[in-house]
């Protein structure tokens, strides 16, 4: 009935929404697709109400942010997505700088909070997540290890090779944890300087954000560092041994996006994708499939599973920066730590 | 391809005659398409890779190629490729001997389990073997309360040479039984005792097989992306770090040129191999043998080999056993209450969209790719003189190619309608916007991917046999092509077999290509599972690899059944007493 209605609708009033230039594509219909760097069953969820709510096909892949902007960059002149949702912003601006993402300013963003917008409208933020040490008791115990409550606690010698974290590279998560070392200790060399000690701790550098949670969460290491909800949603998954903690000296966060690809194939669709994506309704479906963000519209559902942003120390963490040195600093990274052999 | 110094100057009178027959506008014609189809697959693709690597950033790359870092990595690779090629091989002659020269009991359980891991995803050997030797492992930990480290070489080559090795087996035994027992018998009655025959008669013999084998071995293992990011731990290779280039630096031209860097060691082992095992090769005159191989009855040879492959049988039934049953409960290892919610999951919208897709478009693949890899081999041995070597180099491209690079060469080629100038030759045929959902650019991956095993089992199959039995038929006036389908063609047919049945398995499996063209219109199995795997659901990720193993059993089952009623009925008493 609601396509009816569309179809209707869209005879009568092309001329009056015809103003955003893409003709001949105004009725809300057809299908969209949509690189989802969340969660499988988050993206999966949030697709399947979109299709429902207004029978717009609504397809995903789920993708790291690096295989994102790999993948748009392959296919600039054709572009296969219409609209990228979920997974740190950082990458968002490196898309954008890349000339991948088209700003958009939707209505709904008037509700979210100006911090989590980008200021050009390239990208809107839709949820925060903070950065966690998510360590297992279990193994900590038997180390005869505390939980850490502090970065410097990372560096304990009896934590060798019992740390997993992501590689900057293809993750935006472990991106985040190098950037925050940048922030905290106040440039790239003090940065990189810290996570070079903290290397002799790492077992490895895993390609997936999110995998140094069930690293952990397995008994394979004691502490994976990822945002606090991904350490929930695998506590929730039956990885009981699991504890959140943050550091003291203050950690980093990520704004998850959504942005509209340049080229979009179904602009008035992938428009109102991004709409939905901003309001409290869909936001809330997040929590229904153990995915305990914090969500951007004031009007969404608290969880008490959710990280309370006002309890926790935060760096001040300049997402435009961020963006701006990921080429650089990841490929320091790379040949300045990640090859390096251990003491 | 060899000759018998006897038959040296016959063959070369028959090519002779042979170039005025209309015999060989059918080889011309077979050249161009294969040439044609080649072009399209692969070299295309691989030259606007080049192009992105000799960029700014390739060539960046290039000049510090030889830095300490880039050197390292290169020598991991080198080491990673070579342990796995020997232990691979190894293992899969130890069970293609024990399978021919044997008899015991449950010894078509033991053939089934020596294919177990060609139909294995990615991913399920390396989280079950996590799950049963890792640090926190069922087996190491909980039984013998030791805490290894596999992240590295150690797991590395563990993980690589279990799920590769049957790629030799195959290969082995294909060979082993087209051999021809008298040749043995033979050196047995002129007073050799049965390991001076096995080291003097039957190991040469074997020596293309085991050169193939290697070289399948070694460019399958520096080529596999998917067990290095889960289990490399700080052992990077050049296909995790042409990956991370791609996708993490967003850096396609960097990316390309450490993976031309990863074209040379396969490359170099390439063309080893083909010097190799042209000087080393024997023939087998009458082309297949007259009965079957003789049983080993020494008691001591029997319990040393038995109980090796017992062994091995042990370790693959409990890495597999670990996937079935970590299907089943809830966390295999932490919790372990029976469980039906991964296959609730997996079984429901998007896993059984992804189950029949990729399916249907491995069962398109297939016979394109056995036929292609079959007709290269043909052509290779039997047809060409000059060109062979490119024919054959570029043959094999579709496996020395590592899958990312592939994947990315696809992606820059196939996205955009491919065409000169303004005229438009072919659609976009990947990515999302692309004709069919882009499900005719993963057809073309599965088949440049799986004909080179073809191709690899078909010429060792006929390097086996003499061109002389070719020369009979065409004396009695047969046409090529009646040549091959009459005569060719059944003398073949187990490596015909093999190499379709590799050629599926290996579809439904690969994945490092895939990343980087599934579309959301066509779901594939492989990259749903990296995602279970990724997000730490190990439990849907057993239960996908379950599923898919059961599926790629039931179509190798059939294809067996196929291949074997459909053969010529003259051959077919010979052949079925070689198969089976």
Redesign the interface.
Known sequence: MSLALLMSGCAVTSTDSGDDGSTGSDELGGSI??ACGA??DWC?AMTTAFTAETGVQA????L?S??T???L???R?????DVWHGGPVDGFG?ARD?GLLEAYDSPNAAAIPDKYKDADHYWTGVYVGALGFCSNTK?LDELGVDVPESWEDLLDPKLK?QISTA?????GTAFTTLWTQVTRLGGEEEGLEYMKKMHNN???????G??P???A?????AVGLVFSHDCVK?QE????DLTVSFPKEGTGYEIGGVALVKGS?NKTAAQAYIDWTLTAEAQNIGPTVGSYQVLTNPDAAVDDRMVKLEDVEFVDYDFVAAAAAK?GL??RF??EI???P?E | MTISNATVPRARRFSLRSRETPLDLTTRIAVVLVVLILGVLIVLPLVNILSSAVSEQGLAVFNSIF?S?NL??LQNTVVLGVLVGAIGTVIGFLLAYVQVRLDFRGKKLLHLLALLPIVSPPFAVATAV??LF???GIIT?DLLGITP?L??LPGLTIVLSLSFFPAAYMNMLGLMRSLDPSLDEAAASIGANKWRTFVTVTLPMLVPGFASSFLLLFVEAIADLANP??I???F?VLSS?A??????????GAGAAYSLVLLLPGLLVFLIQRYWATRKSVVSVTGKPAGRPAVITSIPARIVLLTLSGLLALLIVTIYATVIVGGFV??L???NEFDLSHYRYVLS??GSDAMITTTALALIATPIAGVLGLVIAWLITRKLRRGRALIDFLGMLGLAVPGTVLG?GY??TF??PLGFGNVAILP?LA????VLG?AIAIVMVYVIRSSPSGQRSGVAALQQIDVAIDEASASLGASGVTTFRKVTLPLIRPALLSGLIYAFARSMTTLSPI??I????TKIMTS?IL??V?????GNAFAYCTILIVIVMSVIGLLNLFVRDSSVPKAAGLSSATIN
């Open positions: 697709t949509i969660m499988e999966q397809n995903f892949v789920r790291s690096g295989e902007v790999a993948r960059d392959a296919a002149d054709n572009p296969e997505f490196a890349a193994v090779g590689h900057p590279s293809p993750s790492v077992l490895q550098y895993s390609k997936s999110t995998a949670g069930q690293i969460g397995r008994g394979e290491v695998y998954e039956g990885l009981t194939k080429p990841t490929a790379d040949a990640a090859a390096q251990k | 830095s870092v390292q990595v996590i799950t890792g640090r926190s930990r480290t992240y590295g990011l889960v490399g731990g700080d990077t770090r990956y991370i280039a791609i996708t993490g630096e967003y850096n396609v809830k966390i290892g932490i919790n919208g998007i990315i992606a820059l996205n955009k976009a990515g999302g916007g692309a882009g990343i980087f599934t579309t959301p219109q749903q995602s279970e990724d997000a730490g659901r190990f």
